[in-house]
């Protein structure tokens, strides 16, 4: 009788690591004495999907406390988006600017 050699299998439970969601960036707008708020009422709405009341509240924060936050995305969107607000801007000769910061 031949001898048989079992092995023993061995089964390794590989746990894979969930994948990390994408770091999360603010688009904010900053203030200055020259845009009109209406512009700035109309970017935010243009861009950022915001309801009319939803841009004002946003707008009045710009204004009052010299920032506020349109939005948190992915890098990539939030890059986007910031250059799409940069470029409109400027075609209409207002000198707003918009940023991104790490959520």
Same mark, same amino acid.
């Given at each position: 009788?031949?001898?048989?050699?079992?092995?023993?299998?061995? &089964?390794? %439970?590989?746990?894979?690591?969930?994948?990390?969601?994408?770091?999360?960036?603010?688009?904010?707008?900053?203030?200055?004495?020259?845009?009109?708020?209406?512009?700035?009422?109309?970017? &935010?709405?243009?861009?950022?999907?915001?309801?009319? %009341?939803?841009?004002?509240? &946003?707008?009045?924060?710009?204004?009052? %406390?010299?920032?506020?936050?349109?939005?948190?995305?992915?890098?990539? &969107?939030?890059?986007?988006?910031?250059?799409?607000?940069?470029?409109?801007?400027?075609?209409?000769?207002?000198?707003?600017?918009?940023?991104? %910061?790490?959520?």
């Amino acid at each position: 009788m031949a001898n048989t050699k079992h092995q023993d299998s061995v &089964i390794s %439970e590989t746990r894979t690591a969930k994948p990390k969601p994408p770091s999360m960036y603010k688009v904010i707008l900053l203030n200055d004495d020259y845009t009109p708020m209406e512009f700035v009422v109309e970017v &935010i709405q243009r861009f950022f999907g915001k309801t009319r %009341e939803q841009a004002t509240q &946003i707008m009045l924060k710009v204004h009052t %406390e010299g920032a506020g936050v349109c939005g948190v995305y992915p890098h990539g &969107i939030a890059e986007t988006k910031m250059n799409q607000v940069m470029n409109y801007a400027q075609q209409h000769q207002h000198p707003l600017q918009c940023v991104m %910061e790490i959520a």
